[in-house]
């Protein structure tokens, strides 16, 4: 048996009655060790850069915003990971501050 993590996606489209539903065939593993391995990273550069600050809190809005945006391949695993239903999975081993943050934004790219 393989470690597959699934779900569903729920994405508001303006009014309750365009709702998009995207049902994932799951994510393995290792696209979700992946994920957490590079969120992780880019959580140590923000905090390097001075836009997150040692407890994962947001210092810098701004610039976390600007970083997620200017750099999406920077987070390509994250993007595969959320977009096949692993968010709360990713979310429930990176637990800074932070990483709801840019999870919501790679979420939406």
């Given at each position: 048996?393989?470690?597959?993590?699934?779900?569903?996606?729920?994405?508001?489209?303006?009014?309750?009655?365009?709702?998009?539903?995207?049902?994932?065939?799951?994510?393995?593993?290792?696209?979700?060790?992946?994920?957490?391995?590079?969120?992780?990273?880019?959580?140590?550069?923000?905090?390097?850069?001075?836009?997150?600050?040692?407890?994962?809190?947001?210092?810098?809005?701004?610039?976390?915003?600007?970083?997620?945006?200017s750099q999406p391949?920077?987070?390509?695993?994250?993007?595969?990971?959320?977009?096949?239903?692993?968010?709360?999975?990713?979310?429930?081993?990176?637990?800074?501050?932070?990483?709801?943050?840019?999870?919501?934004?790679?979420?939406?790219?």
């Amino acid at each position: 048996m393989s470690d597959i993590v699934y779900g569903e996606q729920y994405k508001q489209t303006g009014s309750s009655s365009s709702m998009i539903i995207n049902k994932s065939g799951g994510v393995s593993r290792g696209e979700l060790d992946a994920a957490v391995l590079e969120l992780r990273a880019f959580v140590a550069q923000l905090t390097r850069d001075g836009a997150v600050s040692a407890d994962g809190s947001v210092t810098d809005p701004a610039a976390v915003v600007t970083a997620v945006e200017s750099q999406p391949s920077r987070l390509k695993a994250l993007g595969t990971a959320i977009a096949g239903g692993a968010k709360d999975a990713v979310l429930s081993v990176v637990k800074d501050g932070v990483a709801a943050m840019i999870v919501a934004l790679v979420g939406r790219m």
